[in-house]
């Protein structure tokens, strides 16, 4: 999977509508849809969209699960940080970002600097059915993945609601339905999102 895909403005006549005018940092939960409502909303509004997972996995040829094996947590939060900032400096677009990554406060300022974070809010019951049958979450890989879910969205919340942005997710919402409750969010800073 490469980190960045790029989609044509003609793809959707939607995406005609408005500009995006900074980077919209995905941030919180695994789960809680930053690769997948990210994906379809670079492309609802013809940007770039950027992974900092998969920048990682490109450029160390490993998973993500490997790479904390390996090396360590904070090994790769490291290298996480370094390409937060390589993906921030480039075209404005939509970054899907790791877990942790917003826990960093540097982070926090590099991606307050750049762009913009907004927090794509789930609560745990919807993100424990999003990732209870996936093998490739190395921090749920304990005796009880339930409670380490939960344990983690608790001490990471406070990070999360720092961002800027808030978009709540609900279980009901198709991906579709979701980009749209981001662009209405999106609106609400012309810094971020204008009307063309």
């Given at each position: 999977m490469r980190a960045t895909k790029f989609f044509d403005r003609q793809e959707g006549a939607k995406g005609l509508a408005e500009r995006l005018k900074k980077t919209?940092?995905?941030?919180?939960?695994?789960?809680?849809?930053?690769?997948?409502?990210?994906?379809?909303?670079?492309?609802?509004?013809?940007?770039?969209?950027?992974?900092?997972?998969?920048?990682?996995?490109?450029?160390?040829?490993?998973?993500?699960?490997?790479?904390?094996?390996?090396?360590?947590?904070?090994?790769?939060?490291?290298?996480?940080?370094?390409?937060?900032?390589?993906?921030?400096?480039?075209?404005?677009?939509?970054?899907?970002?790791?877990?942790?990554?917003?826990?960093?406060?540097?982070?926090?300022?590099?991606i307050h600097r750049k762009g913009v974070a907004l927090w794509l809010k789930a609560d745990t019951e919807l993100l424990w059915n999003r990732v209870k049958h996936k093998s490739t979450r190395p921090l749920l890989r304990t005796a009880d993945p339930r409670a380490t879910l939960e344990d983690l969205v608790a001490r990471r919340e406070p990070s999360y609601a720092l961002a800027e942005l808030t978009a709540l997710a609900q279980p009901e919402y198709s991906i579709a339905e979701m980009v749209e409750v981001v662009v209405d969010v999106l609106k609400q800073r012309e810094d971020v999102l204008a009307s063309v």
């Open positions: 919209v940092a995905l941030v919180g939960m695994m789960g809680s849809g930053k690769t997948a409502v990210g994906t379809a909303l670079a492309r609802r509004l013809g940007v770039p969209f950027l992974d900092s997972d998969a920048a990682i996995v490109e450029a160390a040829n490993m998973s993500i699960a490997e790479i904390f094996e390996r090396d360590g947590e904070a090994f790769f939060r490291a290298r996480e940080s370094e390409v937060l900032a390589r993906l921030l400096e480039g075209r404005v677009g939509i970054l899907s970002t790791g877990g942790g990554a917003y826990l960093s406060a540097a982070n926090r300022e590099l």
